[in-house]
T-cell receptor
Framework: GENVEQHPSTLSVQEGDSAVIKCTYSDSASNYFPWYKQELGKRPQLIIDIRSNVGEKKDQRIAVTLNKTAKHFSLHITETQPEDSAVYFC????????????FGTGTRLQVTL | GAVVSQHPSWVICKSGTSVKIECRSL??????MFWYRQFPKQSLMLMATSNEGSKATYEQGVEKDKFLINHASLTLSTLTVTSAHPEDSSFYIC?????????FGPGTRLTVL
C-alpha cells in the first residue's frame, strides 16, 4: 500500500517569512496529492491539491510542487501570517471516489510575530 | 463547496455503552464515505471505507464487530462504537468524496468514562 512521509514535524517561522513542508510517497500509481490545514479541534480543510499531470500549482500565497520521478511533493507558503498557524497534512492516492487517501504525519506550523 | 455534517459534535458516555455517530453529505450524494480516528497530536488514521448498499471495508487492526458501519443511503453513513471503553476516547471524523476532492465532517469528540 501507499506510504507517505512528511517533514518537518514542527516548523516555526517569523511572520512574513516563507514556510516549506515536504512529503514523499511510495506508490508510483498515486496521481492525486491534496494538502489539508487543520486548526485545533476542527476538521481538516483542503487548501490546495495537485494532480500528477501538473508540476506546480499556485493559489495566492500557497503553492505546491510535484516531482513524480523522485516521488516528492512540497507545500510552499509565502508571506506567512499568524492565521497560517495550524497543522498541515499532505496526502496521496490514485484518483477514484472509492480510493482512500493516505495521510502524512502532519506538520505543526507556528508563525510568530 | 460541498458540505459534510456530523452529529453529535461531542459525546460523553459510560464504559460499556454504545455510541452512534452520524455523517451526512448535505448537498451531494456520496457512494463512498470514510471514517477516521485522530488521537491528540497525531495524524488521521483511516478506520474503514463505507460503501452505500454494501459492507464496509475495514483497515487492518480495526475490529469490525466493535465499530459498526452502516451506509444506508447516498447521504448518510453511521458509525456505532459498541461497548465503548476509555481507550476508544478519540476524535472521530468522517469524510465524503465528490469528484477527486474529499470533504471532511467537523468531527465528533468521544469521551468514555
Amino acid at each position: 500500500g501507499e506510504n507517505v512521509e512528511q517533514h518537518p514535524s514542527t516548523l516555526s517561522v517569523q511572520e512574513g517569512d516563507s514556510a516549506v513542508i515536504k512529503c514523499t510517497y511510495s506508490d508510483s500509481a498515486s496521481n492525486y496529492f491534496p494538502w489539508y490545514k487543520q486548526e485545533l479541534g476542527k476538521r481538516p480543510q483542503l487548501i490546495i491539491d495537485i494532480r500528477s499531470n501538473v508540476g506546480e500549482k499556485k493559489d495566492q500565497r500557497i503553492a505546491v510542487t510535484l516531482n513524480k520521478t523522485a516521488k516528492h511533493f512540497s507545500l510552499h507558503i509565502t508571506e506567512t501570517q499568524p492565521e497560517d498557524s495550524a497543522v498541515y497534512f499532505c496526502a496521496a492516492r490514485y484518483t477514484g471516489t472509492a480510493s482512500k487517501l493516505t495521510f502524512g504525519t502532519g506538520t505543526r506550523l507556528q508563525v510568530t510575530l | 463547496g460541498a458540505v459534510v455534517s456530523q452529529h453529535p459534535s461531542w459525546v460523553i458516555c459510560k464504559s460499556g455503552t454504545s455510541v452512534k455517530i452520524e455523517c451526512r453529505s448535505l448537498d451531494f450524494q456520496a457512494t463512498t464515505m470514510f471514517w477516521y480516528r485522530q488521537f491528540p497530536k497525531q495524524s488521521l488514521m483511516l478506520m474503514a471505507t463505507s460503501n452505500e448498499g454494501s459492507k464496509a471495508t475495514y483497515e487492518q487492526g480495526v475490529e469490525k464487530d466493535k465499530f459498526l458501519i452502516n451506509h444506508a443511503s447516498l447521504t448518510l453513513s453511521t458509525l456505532t462504537v459498541t461497548s465503548a471503553h476509555p481507550e476508544d476516547s478519540s476524535f472521530y471524523i468522517c469524510s465524503a468524496t465528490t469528484g477527486d476532492t474529499q470533504y471532511f465532517g467537523p468531527g465528533t469528540r468521544l469521551t468514555v468514562l
